[in-house]
Every structure is written in structure tokens, then in C-alpha cells.
Nanobody, 127 residues
Framework: QVQLVESGGGLVQAGGSLRLSCAASGRTFSSYTMGWFRQAPGKEREFVAAISWGGVRTYYVDSVKGRFTISRDSAKNTVYLQMNSLKPEDTTVYYC????????????????????WGQGTRVTVSS
């Protein structure tokens, strides 16, 4: 399995931006579909965004469309989540995840589709 380490979380005012990074170990990064999830206390882990092996296809939950952008850099074994126009309701812990499954076989994005997870990075948006 690939090892994942997130960074980039922090405190930002509403309307501000943050970029989360997720560094992956291993030489097969390009063969993983990568995703970002978030989880608030007492709630299920929520899908935020995903990106295909080659970075051609991206997917987003409706609540972040137009504000968040997922991307990947295979040379750096890193996936990013650029978050703009942040809202207080975006406040929570964000997790990076990886799966060997092709995005083309996933119809409904779920944490159950992913086998490798990072430790999480906290994002706090103040109003």
C-alpha cells in the first residue's frame, strides 16, 4: 500500500484560500486514483474530490464545485487540493486517500472505495 502524508491545513478567514498537499510514498503513485475526504466529529467521512490515474478526470461533491480544485504531480508523487472561497462550513479534518481502482469503475464515491489513508490535516475557517 502507498503511504500518505497530508499538510497545508490551518486557520483562514471566510473567503480565503488554502492548498492542501498529500505526499505519497512508493513508485506506483501514478497507478492510484487519489481522493480527498473530510470528516466532522460524529459524522461519516464525506467525499470531497477525486482525480484519475493520469489526472485527466476529476470529480467533486456539489458543495465544493467551483471553489475547490484537485490536481496531481506525478513527478513529486503529490496530490493537491486548492480550496478557494472557503466557508465556515468547510471547517473540519481533511484526509487524503488512495485506491488502485480506476475512477471509471466507481459510480458513487465512498470511503469504502479507498484502501490507503493519511493522518488528516485540520482546516478551520473563521467567520
Amino acid at each position: 500500500q502507498v503511504q500518505l502524508v497530508e499538510s497545508g491545513g490551518g486557520l483562514v478567514q471566510a473567503g480565503g484560500s488554502l492548498r492542501l498537499s498529500c505526499a505519497a510514498s512508493g513508485r506506483t503513485f501514478s497507478s492510484y486514483t487519489m481522493g480527498w475526504f473530510r470528516q466532522a466529529p460524529g459524522k461519516e467521512r464525506e467525499f470531497v474530490a477525486a482525480i484519475s490515474w493520469g489526472g485527466v478526470r476529476t470529480y467533486y461533491v456539489d458543495s465544493v464545485k467551483g471553489r475547490f480544485t484537485i490536481s496531481r504531480d506525478s513527478a513529486k508523487n503529490t496530490v493537491y487540493l486548492q480550496m478557494n472561497s472557503l466557508k465556515p462550513e468547510d471547517t473540519t479534518v481533511y484526509y487524503c486517500a488512495a485506491t488502485r481502482s480506476s475512477d471509471l469503475y466507481i459510480t458513487v464515491w465512498s470511503s469504502a472505495d479507498f484502501s490507503s489513508w493519511g493522518q488528516g490535516t485540520r482546516v478551520t475557517v473563521s467567520s
